[in-house]
């Protein structure tokens, strides 16, 4: 599998990270922040793009969806689209679309709108397995299995359910919004830290834990992968933007 960082930034982007996004192979995103598109461009991936995993619906996680659609439309993309996502997927996007004028009538390819309602379970659609994680709004962790398996927390505090998600897959991308000394508030907003995702990671068995969601605001991360590695065995990577994983 492959997978390319797209945006790793936490709730804020920065001069060198931007909004979550990232890229599997080269048909389905996790997540589609600010700026997706246009580093979808860059590397030539922009019309291979099938499926989209969107967590949640706050705004860093889905706004560069809007962008991505009139792409497709104003290129004459008759590619399917299929967006996965919590329960108000299929009425708050629309709504959205019809809010910024969109000609929808007009698009010449077909969306499909999945919405998921694992709760406290873990539910598998075909390679997709979904939870629900501990975030404010209805958030979904992701997990998929294709010859290799990839784990992705998105925005949550720790949560044992993860370790059931993520159990002996080869890479886990996971919230590590504030160094481990910020535990209490990371825990408050409902983050996480390098140490908790290590624990997380360690406790599941997986092969690679990637450092995600880094917040802007946190100066000086250089710290988050030492943290990480002081509990996780496996290779512990910060996530860069526009990095790339071969695995």
Known sequence: MHLQFLGTSGSSITSTRSSPSILID??????????????????????????????????????????????????????????????????????????????????????????????DSIIKIDEISTTRVLHPAYTLGFRVDRDKSICYSSDTAPLDRMISLAKNCDVLIHDSSYPSQFAEVAHKYHHSTPRDAATIASKAGVKKLVLFHILGEIADYTSFAQEARSIFGGEVILAQDMGQLDF
Not at 41 to 53: M, N, R, T, V
Not at 68 to 77: E, R, V
């Open 26 to 119: 080269e048909d389905l995103l996790l997540d589609v922040g600010e700026g997706t598109t246009q580093k979808l461009l860059q590397i030539d991936k922009f019309k291979s793009i099938k499926k989209i995993l969107i967590s949640h619906l706050h705004v860093d996680h889905f706004i560069g969806l809007f962008s991505l659609l009139w792409k497709k439309w104003l290129t004459g993309s008759r590619t399917p689209l299929k967006i996965y996502g919590p329960p108000e997927i299929d009425s708050t996007i629309p709504q959205i679309l019809a809010l910024g004028n969109t000609p929808t009538d007009a698009f010449s390819f077909q969306i499909q709108y999945i919405p998921l309602d694992p709760a």
